[in-house]
């Protein structure tokens, strides 16, 4: 009984919410996060942090014009896996998907990931396909060459654009392509903040790295589990 009621408690955290940082020191911020995170949710964090450059990407590019961000990202359980393809999904009028992407936590990008993608298509027509992985070394020497044959048949085979790429690396150019970093912030806090998987001390890790920035703390509390 404790535990459950433990649950349903809201959680209150203070986040700074810091104006006019650098790229730099943004990404810095965010991959501090994940490394020092520990536990059971450390890997669902860059997954968030490429939902929230999603959320600020899906505004500003004339790109993704008429097409709707899955929001929040899948959380691949039984209820929440219908028509997804990837960690963070941007889908099209029809409800079909538009672009997605997939993150390795952990993983360096093998061939066989990308092989798999035609089946996970399911014969439509995705226009992009990211898979990111967090590794320094996001894809063994060994494997280069195969992982680069893969992406070249899958374009033939299905039209898809497959980029395969390092997660830090990614999240640097994708920061130079927003408009407004600092709503970037605000997005990933909020994700950190309400997503069911992430757990109360990376919480209080993010809340904790924001502080070392000057700027007005926002308290934000977690919703009971059952209502999120």
Excluded at 48 to 69: N, V
Aim: charged letters at 25%.
């Amino acid at each position: 009984m404790a535990l459950d009621l433990r649950k349903k408690e809201a959680a209150v955290y203070n986040y700074p919410k810091p104006r006019g940082l650098t790229i730099q020191e943004i990404v810095d911020a965010v991959l501090e996060h994940h490394h020092e995170a520990k536990g059971n949710g450390r890997a669902r964090i860059p997954v968030l942090a490429i939902q929230a450059i999603y959320q600020c990407l899906a505004d500003e590019l004339s790109r993704f014009k008429g097409t709707t961000l899955r929001n929040p990202p899948n959380r691949h359980t039984g209820n929440d896996k219908k028509g997804w393809i990837g960690d963070i999904q941007v889908d099209r009028a029809d409800k079909t998907p538009f672009e997605a992407v997939e993150v390795k936590a952990g993983q360096q990008i093998t061939s066989s990931m990308v092989w798999a993608l035609p089946a996970k298509f399911r014969d439509q027509a995705v226009s992009r396909y990211y898979i990111l992985s967090t590794e320094a070394v996001y894809i063994a020497q060994e494997e280069l060459e195969e992982v680069n044959e893969a992406v070249r048949e899958v374009r033939q085979q299905t039209g898809c654009q497959v980029i395969v790429n390092g997660l830090n690396r990614s999240l640097w150019y994708y920061l130079r392509m927003i408009e407004n970093t600092d709503l970037f912030l605000e997005y990933y806090t909020f994700q950190v903040q309400n997503d069911k998987d992430t757990k109360d001390e990376h919480r209080e890790l993010w809340a904790t790295i924001l502080a070392r920035f000057n700027g007005p703390e926002v308290t934000l509390s977690t919703p009971p589990y059952d209502m999120l």
